[in-house]
């Protein structure tokens, strides 16, 4: 079977193009970029790359005509619009190409939002507070739409969190693991939603292999919660182990990410934007305009000296309330990132056939990946100590 | 009042859309009076997002200004120069400055005989660690500079970029990461420094495509009171590395960031911090990116304005020029020049 991989040159087209042509021999593996620069990442894939644009119709029958199978990793960021209108070309030549029969779509954990919150949207009907995550989910649609016209098999993964060697959700934990005020909240008892690059190609290996069609959230099996996570991370790597967030703090961070509007209530953002502008704006504002200033100064001579008292009162308190709250530091619970405090996904999970372990050497070569790609990042001398061990 | 520079913008890129032009509307001292692009459509778009009056794609139509910005590809940039110095503009260069340093100095040399001014656009210069760095190394409070480690990488997520990029051809972009990316970190580290010579003692690179994907070398610099250190430098598109600079004392280590928002951290034999300076409490240098612009535009302003070298002189950025060529010579890696 020939498979495209589109987005070859991302985090994770780039790491499925690798390991799919390393691995299975009776994949024939076709990466497809945008440009020769990101091509160049695959200089040394046991694969074909081609390098062309798949909006093009010409193109993306050169690029895709003698495949039988796609994975769909590409995605056009930018301007809304812009991207939108990248995004649902991709899709739409891709679905005209009359040999492929079979298309992985990787969506994302995004379309459920920042922080999933289970009572708020559904797998049928997520709830995006994001561009990207509203893009995904109407490329999804899209998607739906053009399998059932075209009568092709289509596969969608909300795909979660991918964490690994070179993943940027592993660069995220050992970046906070090394953040001395940073800790986890609810002790990390929270689903991470994550997924290791290497089941996720095990996933498309077996997935390829058969003859499903469907849509399902992607995640590690079992589910790893955020604690499992971190100790893995810092456990490979020697690093502290990250302490917990008490959970009267983890509680109130969660009332204050939800309180502030985020996605769920748009007159609370609107009503929280309305009281900062008044506390902060309003001398501002005062002090800014030099009519006004004078037309008070010019009030105040006039006024009992008691009254001209409470009035600079009220003005200097006002100052001083104004330099306080932009020179104390956010409060850390205000800090947290919403997918530590997020429920799971909702909705199916793919269950993940075969055995990552039968592929690679198992967990110690996963944490013998991890460790080799942290040296690197560890010191600036890290480039050569890895070249050497290379 | 001084009088207000008319500026012409040649290319129409992203760097010209996402911070020359949002800052150069803001500035007062400036006006944007045309931009030029060979994809007119494109110079046209520009220019009505950004309320500049003219757009061409031939440079000999546009009118005549004080300053012109060049942010075409290196590769493409010696007949444009050529113009612009023949006309009387003074240029401001984006990064890098030249592919060589024969253009480098060719392009002082033609700019000299013109009787102009020219500039090249290396912000990080003006962000609040480098600058700081700048300042503490000058004044050597902790002893001999003994090493100097730099690396900047991450793994390429993504372009953004169609195939007509031009930074999958080496004849435009002059070679890969190490001159497009890479001469930052180097012009960083040589201007914290105030490095007066280098010595490159061994290079390597990772290649595809006819593209350096990641480069390292190793060698030494010669600082200004003519003592020596060691350096190692790295630059990688392929692999995540460490992000920083690392300055190494005889009594304590230095670590700086390498954004606007970067840290600089002092700590003492035995690890202990002793200061650091972050982005929320800038002392020296510029908070955000668009002001690191904003500024090095105004040192160019003031160099047009008084004939005296500024921070962003082209001839300041010679030693970074001199070190990315001996690091491709080095590797015997082709470039545009050769």
Known sequence: MRVAITGAGGQIGSFLAFSLAQRDQALDVVAV???????????????????????????????????????????????????????????????????????????????????????????????????????????????????????????????????????????????????????????????????HIHRLTNAVKVSLATESAGAWNVTDQPQQTWRQLFDWHTETLGLPRVPAMPDTLSREAKRRYLARGNGLVPWHALRRAV??????????????????????????????????????????????????????????????????????????????????????????????????????????????LAAERL | MARVLRVGVIGAGNVVERYHLPVLSAMSEVRVEWLCDRMEPRARGLAALFGV???????????????????????????????AFRRGWHAFCEKPFAISSEEHSWILDRA???????????????????????????????????EVWASEGARQRGTGRDSDWYQGSVAAAGGGVLIETGVHIVDQVLFATGAEAFEVGSCAFEWGKGLDYEARALGALRLRDKAECRF???????????????????????????????????????????????SAEPRRGQRSVYTAFAAEWSEFIRQCRTRVPSLVDGASAVLTTEFVEVCYKWAAVPTAES
């Open chain 2, 112 to 146: 000299k005989a013109a009787g102009v001014q020219v500039g090249v656009g290396l912000m990080r210069r003006f962000y609040p660690a480098t600058a700081l760095a700048r300042h503490v190394l000058s004044h050597r409070p902790f002893g001999a500079v003994r």
């Open chain 1, 275 to 384: 009281t900062v502008a008044q506390a902060t704006g309003r001398t501002a504002v005062a002090r800014s305009l030099p009519r006004l200033r004078e037309f008070g100064y010019r009030m105040l001579e006039r006024l009992p000296s008691t009254l001209e008292s409470k009035a600079g009162a009220v003005y200097w308190s006002a100052l001083a309330r104004e330099a306080i709250v932009a020179a104390t530091p956010a409060s850390g619970v205000d800090q947290v990132e919403p997918w530590l405090l997020s429920d799971a996904m909702p909705g199916p999970y793919l269950a993940i056939g075969g055995d990552v372990d039968a592929w690679e050497a198992g967990e110690v070569s996963q944490r013998a990946e991890l460790m080799h790609w942290f040296a690197r990042l560890n010191s600036p001398q890290g480039a050569w």
């Open chain 2, 53 to 83: 009056r003219r757009a061409f794609s031939d440079l000999e139509e546009c009118p005549d200004v004080e300053v012109v910005l060049i942010a075409i590809p290196v590769g493409f940039r010696r007949p444009v120069l050529e113009r």
């Open chain 1, 33 to 195: 970029c945008r440009n020769v620069v990101a091509a160049g990442l695959l200089e040394s894939a046991p694969c074909s790359v081609r390098v062309g644009s798949l909006t093009e119709p010409g193109s993306a029958q050169l690029l895709l005509g003698d495949c039988d199978a796609v994975v769909h990793c590409a995605y056009a960021a930018g301007l809304p619009g812009h991207a939108w209108a990248v995004n649902k070309a991709m899709l739409t030549r891709l679905f005209a190409i009359p040999r492929i029969n079979r298309v992985i779509y990787l969506s994302s954990v995004a379309v459920y939002g920042k922080c999933i919150v289970n009572e708020v949207g559904s797998f049928e009907k997520p709830h995006a507070d994001t561009g990207y995550g509203r893009a995904k989910w109407r490329s999804e649609l899209l998607a739906i739409r053009l399998a059932r016209r075209t009568r092709r098999r289509l596969i969608v993964w909300r795909l979660g969190h991918v964490y690994g060697s070179s993943q940027a959700m592993s660069q995220f934990i050992v970046t906070k693991a090394r953040t001395t005020q940073f800790s986890l909240p609810f002790d990390g008892a929270m689903p991470s939603n994550a997924i």
């Open chain 2, 232 to 278: 190692g430098i790295a630059v990688s598109r392929i692999n995540d590395l460490y992000n920083g600079i690392v300055v190494h004392f005889d009594e304590a280590r230095m670590s700086l960031g390498l954004t606007h928002e970067g840290e600089l951290v002092l700590t003492d034999s035995q690890e202990r911090v002793l200061a650091q300076l972050s």
